[in-house]
DNA sequence: CTGTTAGCGCTTTCAG
DNA sequence: CTGAAAGCGCTAACAG
């Protein structure tokens, strides 16, 4: 039994499918009688509009296309989260697809949005502005998340990562740290380049130094595993991580090879995911607002939709915000320490 | 500028548009000639199809629609991410809807799918029945999730929690626990009730306690340390607690209580989120391969899609397996633990 | 192999 | 206020 079709409601409701259409629209200009005739066809029939060939027909579908390159890990479910929730209250569809890699994929997928999306709603750390601009469809809508935006042509938002790079050594400082490493993110993606050149120039103007050890990572638990092992011998009293994970990994490599954190080193991370505060000992971190930063993009990407005008191709930053708590405590800066993980917040500065 | 449609390919190639529509799509019947003359007349306009249009005609539109009850929380980024894996293999897209809270949304989000999706996954542990079978729109392929199933007519599939509650039993039993109690999810929540349920059978044969202490929690953190505040000066040695995030919130709060687990209480719960074995001590847990689970689930989905015959309405479960970390080990039946936080994968019983 | 002709299901002028 | 008709962009018979 094939679903109804608005043609079958009309026929029902022996009126014509236009009618139907405008009565099923709440359209003012419908007899009070018909609407209910109407009304009552399509509840007896069970129909449920399709979508698909109202946004044909009317070139909206109350759809954004969101593209991410993973879905691994808290950020991502952190970011998606905020994006739903700004999307939901505003009777918004996420359509979801996720590039596992080459831009080959990529570019795949941002074509595959066309026709199903209002607009568009693009992460990419490692995906340079003539990329972007070549591949994303013309005439659709989009806010890139979190990416380099040099020479962009569409609007953006991201972290400040320079800065954020900068308030983590000089806390790290402050605890009196002389000699801070880092362990950076993959070459290439613009969150963790920004974090490095924000590291080097940190430690060069603060601490004089200007050959700080930085051992490559690539975001995972593994690499902080490795970096800490390889940390463990060497004259370090200070690691700023350029995101949690590694930065969990790293401690529980350091922790394990004798080293005590945060005494022996300090430790500072990047992002506060939910996690950060359940590890032992909780980590510093540099605290993105992650959910609020999807919210925000969406907000802002609804903004252009409704504008309709050619997208400004203005760049949104966000400041993270530094949060102590004891893995970096090293002049009784925390307060609380209840547990035996520390589950507030932590220290806001 | 609007986007160049198959129309505006087809007059600059100088074909019809038939023919435009087959070298794009690959088919076998088209010169080598006209093919690379569409081809290029399609690069040239930076032509890209638009999909709505496509599956309009095609009845097809190579996307799952997915709707959860939320997206907070671990649990669900993992189902997520579970669907989305199988789903890229597959070249499908997730329209992804959640209906917080009420049975009104939930009915809306399950038909504004109808028209824009080829099947549905639903996750609804709260949803009846008879709900479903009311508002999923006819002749859709559905597959729902973890839900109750009695008389349903869909296919489903679920976690086995009766089973899942029986083995965390007999574990804490076998540690030498006489007075276990539970911490329960909300009720009316389809697995919570089955935990709950298993519970009582498992002590009851087990322990021969028939008036066992049952904690009425609602999954979430501050639930957990409600009930850890309320347990910690009664007459109990073990909890099992229907989810992890509950029995975290309980560890921290017994212990800021002064009450050693798992010396003085053994702890298990269910799950096994990420996080499980990031806390202190580290949670031993009902294993559900969570992402797994979304995995199964859509290829289920689109085992029936493609079968294109009435959805059996067959019921799969999955049973949970036991993994044993510090928090229930009181007999030495950990063997590794190796840091301060002990990051192994556990003892799999 | 290619072009013509109908639709997919819905909205929306444009006349009545 | 209502109906007929023309599409939205694409695919799929059906003839040539």
């Known amino acids: 039994m094939a679903t109804a079709t608005i043609r079958d409601v009309a026929r029902t409701a022996a009126v014509s499918v236009a009618s139907a259409s405008r009565a099923l629209n709440g359209h003012p200009s419908v007899t009070p009688a018909t609407r209910t005739r109407v009304l009552e ?25 969101v593209v991410l390159p993973d879905l691994f890990g808290e950020f991502f479910s952190e ?64 806010v890139v998340l979190n990416g380099r935006i040099e020479g962009a042509r569409h609007a953006s938002i991201a972290i400040d990562n320079q800065a954020g790079a900068h308030a983590a050594v000089a806390h790290l400082v402050e605890q009196g740290c002389k000699r801070i490493a880092h362990l950076s993110g993959p070459k290439g993606n613009a969150d963790a380049d920004e974090r490095a050149r924000g590291f080097r120039d940190a430690v060069a103007t603060m601490l004089g130094d200007h050959d700080p050890i930085v ?37 529980a490599a350091l922790t394990e090879a004798g ?14 995911v939910p996690i950060a505060r359940y590890v032992t000992p909780a980590l510093s971190t540099m605290r993105v607002h992650i959910a609020q930063l999807g919210e925000s993009a969406l907000e802002r990407l609804v903004a252009t939709i409704e504008a309709d005008e ?14 102590v708590r004891a893995s970096s405590a090293r002049t009784g800066t925390v307060t609380s320490t209840k547990g035996p993980h520390d589950r507030t917040q932590g220290r806001v500065v």
């Open 310 to 323: 050619p997208p400004e191709a203005t760049a949104e930053f966000l400041m993270p915000e530094l949060v």
């Open 41 to 65: 066809a399509a509840d007896a029939l069970n129909y449920v509009p399709h979508l698909g060939a109202r946004s044909l027909s009317t070139r909206r579908s109350n759809t954004i296309g």
């Open 215 to 251: 051992l490559a990572g690539d975001f995972s638990e593994e690499a902080g595993i490795a970096a800490g092992t390889a940390l463990a011998g060497r004259d370090v009293d200070g690691i700023f991580s350029a995101n949690d994970i590694m930065a969990i990994g790293c401690m």
């Open 259 to 272: 080293r005590m954190i945060p005494g022996d080193i300090a430790m500072v991370g990047f992002d506060d």
């Open 79 to 142: 970011i998606i989260r905020g994006i739903d929730y700004a999307a939901h209250r505003r009777g918004l569809q996420l359509l979801l697809s996720n590039m596992h890699g080459s831009a080959q994929e990529t570019a795949a997928a941002l074509r595959a949005m066309r026709g199903r999306v209002d607009g568009l709603l693009v992460m990419s750390p490692q995906l340079d502005a003539d990329f972007l601009a070549h591949n994303l469809p013309k005439g659709l809508p989009a």
